[in-house]
């Protein structure tokens, strides 16, 4: 029993730094876009493509 909780733990840990990377990385994207003056052509070359998914999720949660 114990193996199996430590293998969760494990996941769990894996799972929680892999996320916690990636919101790093997207930060500092952002910021490097911010001071090279590109945030706002950036955000508006994703932002159609961001709300195209949220609609299609929200209609699969729906139906």
């Known amino acids: ?3 199996v909780m430590q293998f ?3 996941r769990f840990a894996l799972i929680g730094g892999g996320v916690l990377l ?3 990385v997207l930060g500092v994207i952002a910021v490097a876009l911010k001071k090279a003056g590109r945030y706002d052509q950036a955000k508006r070359a994703v932002e159609p493509i961001v709300r195209e998914r949220l609609e299609r999720y ?3 949660d729906d139906g």
């Open 58 to 60: 929200r209609k699969r």
């Open 22 to 24: 990636l919101v790093i």
């Open 8 to 10: 969760m733990l494990l």
């Open 1 to 3: 029993m114990g193996e």
